[in-house]
């Protein structure tokens, strides 16, 4: 970690954890690889061992990224320890969208799974497996087949969740986590294609179904002024 980078005591920086991204997050101290920051811990539900996402202003590129875990809590402040370098973040809308994708877990020493994809972006996927010991902050190889093309990369478990099955029936214990990762730009240009592939076929999908449903209405209507 180049401590430089990091904006300064009194600076302000969003917080990402998973769920909500908090901004206006204040800067209270700044060390080699360790930060303070001052923040609502209530509104955070942040917990020793949470994996968080910190970004901040990188001028006309766009803006650094940079993960952390929580160290220790008090009140209302957090220490974080700062993993690896902080990384530009271009700013764009990473579309988000997807959903029933095989997605095959690796991790050293374990079997791999294979689960189901929920949704997905160009940094980002929340999926299901059956019911696997999974940890935020945990290291893995995720490889999914987006169409006739296949992406593959490390990822960091983000969030983790176990999830009792209820539909159609209760069932077994399936586990739910998000995986962050940093694509390269071919891969994430995959991704971003495959996604608005699907948004725009759901959107010609929705629109072929309000003119059926247009035109069904119409003809009751003439049948009934007869």
């Known amino acids: 970690m180049t401590s430089s980078l990091f904006p300064a005591d009194g600076s302000r920086v969003e917080l990402d954890n998973g769920d909500q991204t908090l901004t206006e997050v204040r800067v209270v101290r700044v060390a080699e690889t360790t930060v303070t920051l001052s923040l609502p811990l209530a509104d955070a539900g942040l917990k ?7 970004r901040w202003p990188a001028g006309p590129r766009g803006r650094y990224n940079q993960q952390g ?22 700013l764009r809308n990473f579309v988000r969208g997807g959903g029933g994708e095989s997605i ?12 189901r994809v929920h949704d997905l972006s160009e940094r980002s996927v929340r999926a299901y497996f059956g019911d696997v010991d999974l940890r935020p902050g945990e290291q893995m190889l995720l490889q999914l087949q987006l169409g006739e093309e296949i992406v ?15 539909v159609p029936v209760r069932g077994p214990l399936v586990t739910e986590m998000v995986a962050i990762f940093e694509q390269d730009e071919r891969q994430a240009t995959v991704i971003r294609r495959y996604v608005m592939r699907l948004q725009s076929q759901a959107r010609r999908e929705a629109a072929a179904a309000a003119a059926l449903a247009e035109e069904t209405l119409a003809e009751a209507a003439a049948m009934a002024a007869r």
Do not use: M
């Open 104 to 115: 095959l877990l690796v991790r050293a020493d374990e079997p791999q799974r294979i689960g």
């Open 152 to 166: 593959q990369f490390p990822a960091t478990a983000y969030r983790v969740a176990q999830i009792r099955q209820q």
């Open 48 to 54: 020793v061992g949470s994996v968080v996402i910190l």
């Open 69 to 90: 875990t929580v160290r220790r809590t008090d009140e209302n402040r957090i220490d974080i320890t700062l993993l690896g370098d902080p990384e530009i973040e271009q």
